[in-house]
Nanobody
Framework: QVQLVETGGGLVQAGGSLRLSCAASGRTFSSYAMGWFRQAPGKEREFVAGISWNGASTYYADSVKGRFTILRDTAKNTVYLQMNSLKPEDTAVYYC????????????????WGQGTQVTVSS
């Protein structure tokens, strides 16, 4: 069992930055691939970024490529999403996810989800 707790959401102006954190419980964090997904009002949940279980590979949605960075710190059982140059269309609830697969990509169905954290970008 893995429990995920996201923090770091909030209100920011367009062009600003935020860093989301996801703290994972359990001693097997290093064996899980991790990812971030988001869901905007009236839309389906979508993939944002993923990182392989060993941190060697990262994956991004085209809409965030070059602006967002996913990182993991195994010693702290934490995965981060650094978001720069934020746009109003990035407004959504952001969810952290863990998967027993090697990597998290858009087609992955994660095994565990966090409760979500709201990110609002004003224009």
């Amino acid at each position: 069992q893995v429990q995920l707790v996201e923090t770091g959401g909030g209100l920011v102006q367009a062009g600003g930055s935020l860093r989301l954190s996801c703290a994972a419980s359990g001693r097997t964090f290093s064996s899980y691939a991790m990812g971030w997904f988001r869901q905007a009002p009236g839309k389906e949940r979508e993939f944002v970024a993923g990182i392989s279980w060993n941190g060697a590979s990262t994956y991004y949605a085209d809409s965030v490529k070059g602006r967002f960075t996913i990182l993991r710190d195994t010693a702290k059982n934490t995965v981060y999403l650094q978001m720069n140059s934020l746009k109003p269309e990035d407004t959504a609830v952001y969810y952290c996810a863990a998967s027993r697969t090697v990597k998290v990509v858009p087609t992955t169905t994660p095994d565990y989800w966090g409760q979500g954290t709201q990110v609002t970008v004003s224009s």
